[in-house]
């Protein structure tokens, strides 16, 4: 399949990762925003930018995809 997502296709940035692992262990936003000290607006633009990227909808899906691809 022409678009089926690999690793070698998924490019991160450092903190798109740093958004991703906080996600996988279950992180809100909010608090993602303090851990990483950048605000609420910047997680909620990473966490759009990582559901393009992955190709989902949901959270979930998106920590699966990651944990699939062994991204995390």
């Known amino acids: 399949m022409a678009d089926e997502i690999t ?7 450092r903190r798109e990762l740093d958004v991703l ?3 996988a262990k ?4 909010t608090k993602i925003a303090e851990e990483l000290g950048i ?4 997680v909620m633009d ?4 990582l559901h393009k990227k ?8 998106l920590v699966f ?3 699939e ?3 995390i």
């Open 39 to 42: 605000g609420q607006s910047t």
């Open 69 to 71: 691809l062994h991204l």
């Open 46 to 49: 990473f966490r759009r930018k």
């Open 65 to 67: 995809k990651a944990t």
């Open 26 to 29: 279950g992180y809100t936003s």
């Open 21 to 23: 692992r906080l996600l």
């Open 7 to 13: 690793p070698e296709k998924v490019s991160l940035t």
């Open 54 to 61: 992955m190709k989902v909808n949901r959270v979930g899906e």
